[in-house]
T-cell receptor, first 119, second 112 residues
Framework: GAVVSQHPSRVICKSGTSVKIECRSL??????MFWYRQFPKQSLMLMAT?????????EQGVEKDKFLINHASLTLSTLTVTSAHPEDSSFYIC???????????????FGPGTRLTVL | GESVGLHLPTLSVQEGDNSIINCAYS??????FIWYKQESGKGPQFIID?????DKRQGQRVTVLLNKTVKHLSLQIAATQPGDSAVYFC???????????FGKGTRLSVIA
């Protein structure tokens, strides 16, 4: 299957700083990327959907000014957590869809996740 | 046996036994369903999928059953191995370019 990478895999930051997480589709063009957040012992919760070249669509309860999403190219989307606080500590997972590897089933390919810890 | 904790229910099985993990989905418009395996600290790993025009699909050691009448999905793992220990999520998808929505998940613990 197609490969999605995330960088960094782990990040520890101080409260009040901003953190950028990159999500790349390595061997296909991702017309749509999704960002999920997962707290310990819980499921993946969708944060936002972004289409290349368009503004992201955020799920209810997700602050768009706090979680900035940029999908500037067909292989890269970034999530920036601005003014991070300890409650933002979580596992952030991106997912990509579209391009040469997409099937008629609209398969989503997932990245390995980024563990954010805010002190 | 099966227990329900504060967040993730846990299913404990003996090595070599068959496992059955259940999932209730909510959206009657969903037409595509996937089971994922997630190990600690990693992203979801695709296991098997099924379309709504099917009620059963088999893979290697895994079978997915879909009951659209009661909106129920199950994952059967044959001859469960220690490497199967993980959290399993079902996910559903509506037609079109919509995101996957994940179920609550079940932790499978294999006892050697």
């Amino acid at each position: 299957g197609a490969v999605v990478s995330q960088h960094p895999s782990r990040v520890i930051c101080k409260s009040g700083t901003s953190v950028k997480i990159e999500c790349r589709s390595l061997d296909f063009q991702a017309t749509t990327m999704f960002w999920y957040r997962q707290f310990p012992k819980q499921s993946l919760m969708l944060m936002a959907t972004s289409n290349e070249g368009s503004k992201a669509t955020y799920e209810q309860g997700v602050e768009k000014d706090k979680f900035l999403i940029n999908h500037a190219s067909l292989t890269l989307s970034t999530l920036t957590v601005t003014s991070a606080h300890p409650e933002d500590s979580s596992f952030y997972i991106c997912s990509a869809r579209g391009g040469g590897h997409s099937s008629s089933y609209n398969e989503q390919f997932f990245g390995p996740g980024t563990r954010l810890t805010v002190l | 046996g099966e227990s329900v904790g504060l967040h993730l229910p846990t299913l404990s099985v003996q090595e070599g036994d068959n496992s059955i993990i259940n999932c209730a989905y909510s959206n009657s418009a969903s037409d595509y369903f996937i089971w994922y395996k997630q190990e600690s600290g990693k992203g979801p790993q695709f296991i098997i999928d099924i379309r709504s025009n099917m009620d059963k699909r088999q893979g290697q050691r895994v079978t997915v059953l879909l009951n659209k009448t009661v909106k129920h999905l199950s994952l059967q793992i044959a001859a469960t191995q220690p490497g199967d220990s993980a959290v399993y999520f079902c996910a559903e998808n509506e037609p079109g370019n919509t995101p996957l929505v994940f179920g609550k998940g079940t932790r499978l613990s294999v006892i050697a």
